[in-house]
């Protein structure tokens, strides 16, 4: 959907769902999936509807992630940091995580 | 990185948005010799017009264009002023007593202002079309911000559709850049030329016309531009293909990504949630602050400056935000010279000159603000259009009343996405007006706080004894 | 009479109008139900959705038959109100806890529990208190801090905003007229009929129900009736979406079915809907994430705060005028544990033109005087 004008950036190693994913410093979280290639970010919790990031500005919410265990992180807010672990979110949120 | 902790407890302005009106305010106000804190919820200033002036990987100025790098003043004015400039700060409550809630990096804070400018800036108008919410479709605003932050180009089978300055600008900025670009559906009515038309000469006569026309020649020679009526992104996962009428008939094109764009509105919440009177701007199809000629609100000491004031773009805000922060100065300190307003305000006349005719002529048509049938309003809560006009049949005057039996409006995103659509569509079946249905009741937080960040807040024993009994 | 539109008016469209009004259907009356508009000072928007029984009648014994009677005839009210409109509230009374943060709190906690029920002439009802690893066992993720607290089985909860959208669904279907933007500004009697004046024009009606919350108290008088009123603002949290972690509903904490958690509650003198007290909204979470640490990093979505609906002893009022025949007050604060009686049992009444008095009696508010004097 989406390829680097300029891949010049700094490497930053995430994983996504555990697998790696070749981030750029300066992505967020939401932009490096979506230069990934990865479809969508998570299903809705109200009728399980796959979801992929609307606006990257921070209004729409459509990018809830879980970013280092912590549940429903605004992907596009979240720069990407080296090792981070971002899992896409299925549903409802588990309460603890 | 500034943590909540080091915060000071009050200042004597808070700037809240670090696009071009906080930036300016900023600046101004600090230099003035104001202790004055900017928060920004985003990784770096500049807003959206200026997004990642500072770090954006698009080093060739011709992309972005020279309009995009006027922003880099303004942000080194603002860094060089003395203003505390915190990025990734999440403002998520205000007060009348301009007590501001603030988040960094999990972190909440109160901090007290003797003044507040809210310069939260606009958001796109919502979309609502068939499937806008399947993965591959996106706003075109939101293209945009990967472009200019991330580097990010189209890739794929691309179709953008809609209307609005911002639209074609995103096309040749996409085009520039290598992008390509299989079609636009522009969804603009031609009808909107006979209300514009009276306006056409101010046009002329401001910035916006020379630019206007030659992005628009840059952009049809490359990409076919089709005139349409309707508009569907269809596809089972994710999208596969978008589905318009045109001239009649109805037409299919297999499409990756689909970018959506019909404008931009005032970011309403955190003003409506501290009280701030606001009125319909009819031209403009959209709610913004009821104002004087200060940008001072009806609440005494918040101001609110840029397009969160009424949409007049990024140049016009940053003026907005220095009348804001010279009002906010001559408050607090009369005695520190200040620039001429006279000056400021001419330009921001020409500024806004224009304006009148592109919003006539760029004014979404009715069945793109309305929909209708199975058409997702609330994203959040998926809320469909005809669950709303139902509804409304039923004797729900408001959106409020709406909220509650429907509970559109009622996800994380607070009706940013559908409170437009929302009042609208119970003014149409209601055959009311929008100014009379009203909007959303807001409250904090306005932006989601854990549990853990509102419980560290600190607490007056008559709250303790408000709830332990 | 015949000349009426309407054989009953119902003043007031939060949940104890619409309930009145959709029991006064079902007995055959034509309704109208008179609300005001989007902005309105309402309850029912911003409550708690317990159906609750613990606590109920201290200093009124009669109130905890009152409110178990309600208890019991929800289920069915919950059915019927399905089978009408496809709509589930989703009742479920799986038993509710008060919990307790200190031995102190406990303490306090079965003293009221014990002067609740060695009231004379009480209905026997089974609440437990609960040490902690009793409670343990049935909640599971409760925090350290918790010492214990009382359980009733007979405690449940509802989707109020569910419930209230399915009862105004449900008299639309059966008829009955909603006007909102109908603000009642006087009511007379005059040639057998009440006429109610309102901004829009006079509505004529052969009774009249007062349902309109802490407005009761301007209304009442105007047909010879009163209600005295002492308004006070409550405030709740509300988090996002999670998966089903808690089963039994906590008097101050519950989850939905749709799986927000919504934390109350607290009471403040105030009348002012639109404001909110942080501090009071922070002792919410404070406690909360005490009651629970597994929610301390979910994000709060929403704040409601609202004006409840609050008699002067706290006690519900169901009256009929002597001097205005055919006027009636249904003025309580709990519109939801309470609304199957509304509409099944005090309905009825209303349509039959004069309360049960072997039922509603106590709630008279002639007990004010009677206090008054004493």
Redesign the interface.
């Known amino acids: 959907?989406?390829?680097?004008?300029?891949d010049?950036?700094v490497a930053v190693a995430i994983t996504v769902d555990g697998k790696r994913v070749a981030a750029?410093v300066?992505?967020?979280v939401a932009?490096a999936m979506?230069?990934a290639g990865i479809?969508?970010c998570r299903t809705?919790p109200?009728?399980g509807?796959?979801?992929?990031?609307?606006?990257?500005?921070?209004?729409?919410?459509?990018c809830?992630v879980t970013v280092d265990g912590v549940g429903?992180r605004q992907g596009?807010?979240v720069?990407v940091s080296e090792g981070m672990a971002v899992e896409t979110q299925t549903g409802k949120r588990e309460a603890g995580r | 990185m500034t943590k909540a902790s080091d915060l000071a407890s009050s200042y004597d302005l808070v700037v809240i948005g670090g696009g071009p009106a906080g930036l300016a305010a900023a600046a101004l106000a600090a230099r003035a010799g104001l202790s004055t804190v900017l928060f920004d919820?985003?990784?770096g200033v500049g807003g959206?017009i200026y997004r990642?002036i500072t770090?954006s990987?698009?080093?060739d100025r011709a992309?972005l264009g020279v309009d995009f790098w006027v922003g880099a003043e303004l942000a080194a004015e603002a860094k060089a002023s003395g203003a505390l400039i915190v990025n990734?700060a999440?403002v998520w409550?205000l007060?009348p007593t301009r007590?501001v809630?603030v988040s960094i990096a999990g972190q909440a804070r109160?901090i007290q202002a003797s003044r507040v400018i809210i310069a939260t800036g606009a958001?796109?108008r919502p979309f609502p079309i068939p499937g806008w919410?399947?993965?591959?479709?996106?706003?075109a605003?939101?293209?945009q911000?990967?472009?200019k932050?991330?580097?990010?180009?189209?890739?794929?089978r691309t179709v953008m559709a809609g209307g609005g300055p911002l639209l074609w600008l995103l096309a040749a900025q996409i085009l520039r850049?290598?992008g390509k670009l299989d079609a636009i559906l522009d969804t603009t009515p031609r009808t909107n030329w006979l209300r514009a038309f009276a306006h056409l000469p101010d046009f002329v006569l401001s910035p916006y016309f020379s630019k206007g026309l030659k992005l628009l020649r840059e952009v049809r020679a490359k990409v076919r531009v089709i005139r349409v009526d309707r508009l569907e992104a269809v596809g089972d996962?994710?999208l596969r293909e978008v589905v318009y009428g045109a001239a009649g008939g109805e037409r299919r094109m297999p499409a990756?990504?689909l970018l959506l764009h019909q404008g931009i509105v005032p970011?309403v919440n955190l003003a409506i949630a501290a009280?701030v009177t606001h009125a319909w701007n009819e031209r403009q199809l959209s709610f913004e602050p009821v104002l004087d000629e200060n940008f001072n609100s009806s609440v005494h000491g918040i101001a609110v400056a840029g397009d969160g004031a009424g949409i007049a773009g990024g140049t016009a805000a940053a003026e907005r935000g220095r009348i804001a922060a010279v009002a906010a100065v001559r408050a607090l300190r009369p005695e520190a010279s200040m620039p001429d307003t006279q000056a400021i305000r001419q330009r921001l006349q020409r500024e806004e000159m224009g304006r009148v005719f592109l919003d006539w002529l760029n004014r979404p048509a009715d069945s793109f603000r309305r929909p209708k049938g199975d058409t997702i309003v609330c994203?959040?809560?998926?809320v469909t259009a005809g669950q709303v006009r139902y509804?409304a049949n039923?004797?729900?005057?408001?959106?409020?009343?709406m909220k509650?039996?429907?509970?559109c409006g009622?996800?994380?995103?607070?009706g940013?996405?559908c409170g437009l659509t929302v009042t609208e569509l119970i003014a149409a079946e209601r055959r009311t007006t929008p100014a009379e249905?009203?909007y959303f009741?807001l409250?904090?937080?306005v932006?989601?706080?854990?549990?853990?960040e509102?419980?560290?807040?600190?607490?007056?024993e008559t709250?303790?004894k408000?709830?332990?009994? | 009479m015949a000349a009426s539109d309407y054989d009953v008016a119902v003043v007031g469209g939060g949940l104890v109008g619409v309930a009145t009004a959709w029991g006064l259907a079902r007995e055959g009356c034509r309704v109208v139900v008179l609300?005001e508009?989007?902005?309105a000072v309402r309850a029912?928007?911003g409550n708690f959705a317990l159906v609750w029984v613990q606590s109920k009648g201290l200093g009124l014994p009669q109130y905890a038959g009152w409110t178990i009677r309600s208890s019991n005839a929800w289920g069915g009210f919950a059915q019927t109100l399905k089978e009408e409109t496809g709509l589930d509230v989703s009742f479920q009374r799986p038993g509710g806890f008060h919990l307790a943060l200190s031995e102190k709190e406990l303490e306090g906690r079965a003293n009221i529990l014990k002067r609740l029920h060695n009231q004379p002439g009480i209905v026997d009802y089974k609440t437990e208190i609960m040490n902690r690893s009793q409670v343990a066992k049935m909640l599971p993720d409760i925090g350290p801090e918790v010492v214990g607290g009382s359980f009733c089985p007979l405690d449940g909860h509802v989707n109020s905003?569910r419930l209230?959208?399915t009862l105004?669904?449900a008299v639309?279907a059966r008829g009955v007229s909603?006007?909102?933007?109908h603000r009642v500004e006087t009511i007379i009697k005059e040639g057998g009929e009440f006429r109610l004046a309102t901004a829009q024009g006079e509505i004529r009606a052969g009774k009249v129900a007062l349902a309109a919350g802490n407005a009761n108290m301007r209304l009442a008088p105007m047909v010879g009736l009163e209600a005295p009123m002492r308004p006070e603002r409550g405030q709740i949290?509300v988090?996002?979406r999670l998966r089903p972690f808690l089963i039994h509903p906590v008097v101050?904490l519950r989850q939905t079915d749709?799986g927000t958690v919504m934390?109350g509650?607290?009471?403040?003198e105030s009348t002012d809907p639109?404001g909110?007290?942080?501090?009071?909204?922070?002792?919410?979470?404070?406690?909360?994430?005490r009651l629970f640490p597994l929610?301390?990093?979910?994000?709060?979505?929403?704040?409601?705060?609202a004006i409840r609906v609050m008699t002067q002893d706290g006690f519900p009022i169901y009256d009929e005028s002597k001097t205005h025949p055919g006027a009636f007050t249904v003025c309580c604060h709990s519109g939801v544990t309470l609304a199957a009686n509304h509409a099944l049992t005090v309905a009825p009444m209303i349509a039959r033109g004069a309360l049960d008095a072997s039922l509603v009696a106590p709630f008279s508010a002639r007990r004010f005087h009677v206090q008054a004097v004493g």
């Open positions: 959907m989406f390829k680097r004008l300029v010049a950036g750029r300066g992505d967020t932009t979506i230069a479809d969508h809705t109200v009728t509807a796959p979801r992929a990031p609307y606006c990257l500005m921070g209004v729409c919410f459509e809830l429903s596009c807010l720069p | 919820e985003n990784p959206q990642a770090s990987p698009v080093k992309i990734g999440t409550s007060d007590l809630g109160l958001l796109e919410t399947l993965p591959g479709v996106m706003s605003g939101g293209a911000t990967a472009l932050a991330q580097g990010l180009v189209p890739s794929g850049a290598g996962d994710k990756d990504l970011n009280g994203r959040c809560e998926e509804t039923m004797g729900c005057e408001g959106p409020n009343q509650a039996f429907l509970r009622m996800g994380p995103c607070q940013r996405l249905v009203g009741r409250r904090p937080p932006k989601p706080i854990t549990l853990a509102l419980a560290s807040l600190p607490i007056a709250e303790r408000a709830v332990e009994r | 609300d508009g989007d902005r029912s928007r905003l209230f959208r105004h669904t639309k909603y006007l909102p933007s949290v988090t996002e101050t749709e934390i509650d607290s009471k403040e639109a909110l007290t942080l501090g009071v909204s922070a002792t919410e979470a404070e406690r909360a994430v929610l301390a990093n979910v994000n709060v979505v929403r704040t409601w705060s």
